[in-house]
């Protein structure tokens, strides 16, 4: 079990990305913005490509390795906060404790000192979100959902839970291999210090499982859940739930049922229902498990037609 530092959690009004607004290597978020980077030994920063409230993330020569990273650098003028040192320490910790196909490389860190960074493997080859542009067959979406699942299986095994499991955060190699970013938010299992109050929450409303939208201490079952909505989405093009309003989204989370596939995706019915159940304790408890069902897909539904639109 990875032990993580504990802390109290982020309070901010819904929806929350806290510290950081999206960031994620290989991703930029928002248009870049003339700024003064800072110098750090053994880089050579280029243009940005991420940007969230507390880092900014750049396209960085690596001298000592060569090639090029992806290089989370905290702002200078979020290094005074405790809770953002705090927050930046715990996603160092936990990335560079997990080593998997299926979850960012790390290559170093500084959790102390100035500037505080982060060097990972650049992702330039999309998100997950983008490749949901082009559609996907049933079978390439069951493909698709193992990789994820068996890269958040590990990061489960390590008593941590990501709490923000979206398409955003998932990044395409070149290879086609899907890789799980962005551990900003993360924290360990159960840590009732990372709770929030309730009509607060943290993660993106659209994924967040009920009991994440009630401020309930970080689960595995919620990480099933948010990936889930996201196995749903790749199958029909659409989420599950929808709304105007985030309030709309998370009283569907709560008590609306889960919509039926149409019977040319039925083989996946009772696995969705299963990652979807609104009791976390009637629900596959963690991404192994998910991973163990997707073995058990009968052959068929690995090679349906294509995802009806």
Known sequence: MLSLPHFAAPSAALPVRYP?????????????????????DGYRLGRMI??????????????????KVALKVLKASHGDSET??????????????????????VFEHRAAGDPRYLAMEHLGAGSLRDRMRRGFSPGQAASLLRQAAAGLAQVHRRAV????VKPENFLMRSSGELVLIDFGVAAGQGDTASRVPA???????????????????????ADV?????????????????AGKTVLEVLSQHLVASVPRLPETLAPYQLLVDRMLDKRPQRRLPDADAVLQETRSLEPAAMDMAPTPS
Do not use: K, N
Not at 161 to 164: E, F, I, L, Y
Not at 205 to 220: F, I, L, T
């Open 20 to 40: 950081d607004a999206g960031t994620a290597a290989g991703v930029a978020r928002r248009p870049p913005q003339a700024m003064r980077q800072p110098s750090i």
């Open 50 to 67: 991420g940007e969230g409230r507390s880092a900014t993330i750049y396209l960085a020569d690596d001298h000592r390795r060569g090639g």
């Open 84 to 105: 953002i040192r705090q927050w930046f320490a715990a996603e160092c910790a936990i990335l560079s404790s997990i080593r998997h196909e299926h979850v960012v490389r």
């Open 161 to 164: 839970v990501h709490r923000d």
């Open 199 to 221: 009509g607060r929450m943290v993660g993106t409303a659209c994924y967040a499982a009920p009991e994440q939208a009630q401020g309930d201490s970080p689960s595995a079952a």
């Open 225 to 241: 859940y948010s990936l889930g909505i996201v196995f749903y989405e790749m199958l029909r093009g659409r989420r599950p739930f």
